[in-house]
């Protein structure tokens, strides 16, 4: 079972903006400081990182966002997620521009393109004020079966526990925060798991069992950890995707990551995996990056797609 997806999900958003309704417990947003037209250059880098994933040989399902009520469409692995098992998980989003992102459409695509057994909706959960936002709230090790989660706003403890149980993986829940005190918002920016390496941020990790818990886990995988600051989470060193074309496998990061990654830390992946950076700074002013922009896909393909 391949931790890195050959193909994924992309969103092209037409009027991209920092959203107002997440800017409350995303420590990662900021003001926008640029000459050019926010949504022209994020329009833009989209299109750039679609090109050059293609011309590494990752396949691309492309939707455009024309509309202006869903300012975070760029981030579409919150919403669903895909598993080998031909699963597909759709979430119960916090913010309540969020849930406007969700596409019959982008569903009805991959019901079409691969195998699908199954849709799982815990949207219904909103209701009752619990969420559980994809691949942003959990970070996922597909072949290990072992899901990892930062406690927040974002994903509740029952509904993390009630899809581990659905989709057969070990429930690893921990508490981190920043050197504020504030929550993480979502684990996939201090965290992503390749095919047998780990990026973590351990010290945001304070309590020292949950730190142990959390690196056994990796450790049971038969996965080293590559430990990143404080300062380097920020830089979205943490939010970065394991990818692969069936030849070579390809860690889809930001410029602002790898820039702030130390030549030991590059030389470290190197060995492992080909680096691949992309510039979004214009996206990273929403506080989310490379990983949050990609929704990889685990499930089969059909056989009679054209």
Aim: aromatic residues 8%; proline residues 5%; negative net charge.
């Amino acid at each position: 079972m391949s931790q890195a997806p050959s193909s994924v999900v992309m969103i092209r958003p037409h009027h991209f903006q920092p959203n107002p309704q997440t800017a409350a417990d995303n420590s990662f947003q900021s003001e926008a400081n640029t000459d050019v037209s926010l949504k022209t250059l994020a329009y833009q880098q989209v299109t750039d990182m679609v090109a050059k994933l293609e011309a590494h040989g990752i396949d691309v399902n492309l939707f455009d966002d024309t509309g202006s009520s869903t300012p975070d469409s760029v981030f579409p692995n919150n919403w669903f997620s895909t598993h080998a098992d031909g699963k597909i998980a759709i979430y119960a989003m916090f913010p309540e521009n969020r849930r406007l992102e969700r596409r019959p459409d982008i569903i009805q695509h991959l019901i079409n393109k691969y195998k699908v057994s199954q849709v799982i909706d815990y949207s219904p959960n909103e209701h009752q004020a619990r969420f559980l936002e994809g691949t942003g709230a959990m970070v996922l090790d597909h072949s290990a079966r072992i899901a990892f989660a930062v406690r927040s706003n974002r994903c509740s403890d029952q509904l993390f526990y009630e899809f581990c149980q659905q989709f057969s993986y070990r429930p690893v829940l921990f508490d981190a925060t920043n050197k504020d005190g504030t929550p993480v918002y979502h684990t996939n920016v201090i965290m992503t798991i390749g095919s047998d390496y780990v990026l973590l941020a351990t010290d945001m990790i304070k309590d020292p069992e949950q730190r142990s818990i959390v690196l056994e886990a990796i450790e049971s995988a038969d996965k080293m950890v590559i430990h990143l600051s404080e300062q380097q989470i920020e830089q979205y060193c943490g939010n970065a995707l394991e990818l692969s074309n069936g030849k070579k496998k390809y860690l889809a990061l930001s410029s602002t990551a790898f820039d702030a990654l130390t030549n030991d830390q590059k030389q470290t992946l190197s060995s492992r995996v080909n680096l691949l950076p992309f510039d979004v700074n214009a996206i990273e002013y929403a506080g989310g990056s490379v990983r949050c922009m990609l929704a990889g896909i685990h499930l089969p393909k059909r056989t009679d797609h054209k």
